[in-house]
Nanobody
Framework: QVQLVESGGGLVQAGGSLRLSCAASGRTFRSYAMGWFRQAPGKEREFAATISWSGMTTYYADSVKGRFTISRDNAKNTVYLQMNSLKPEDTAVYYC???????????????WGQGTQVTVSS
């Protein structure tokens, strides 16, 4: 199995930056695509970004494209989400997830972290 733990969330001003990290345990980490989702109060979980196991393929939601960057370091069993030009509407709990392939569909992710809170103030 794969266990995921997010970190790096916090409070940031609008226009600022924040980098989230997701540490994975398990010997099969390199075989999984990784994704980031977010969920704001009263809203459904929303896809943000995904990256293939090799790191050569990425996909972003239109809402974050050009502002967020997903990356991974398989040697460290870690995936990152660099968030720039943050907006108040980015405020949400951010979840890291593992899938057999890079996808935006939440139901295709097998493992999930507990989430980390990101709050963007005006």
């Amino acid at each position: 199995q794969v266990q995921l733990v997010e970190s790096g969330g916090g409070l940031v001003q609008a226009g600022g930056s924040l980098r989230l990290s997701c540490a994975a345990s398990g010997r099969t980490f390199r075989s999984y695509a990784m994704g980031w989702f977010r969920q704001a109060p009263g809203k459904e979980r929303e896809f943000a970004a995904t990256i293939s196991w090799s790191g050569m393929t990425t996909y972003y939601a239109d809402s974050v494209k050009g502002r967020f960057t997903i990356s991974r370091d398989n040697a460290k069993n870690t995936v990152y989400l660099q968030m720039n030009s943050l907006k108040p509407e980015d405020t949400a709990v951010y979840y890291c997830a593992a899938s057999t392939l890079a996808t935006s569909r939440y139901e295709e992710y097998e493992y999930w972290g507990q989430g980390t809170q990101v709050t963007v103030s005006s």
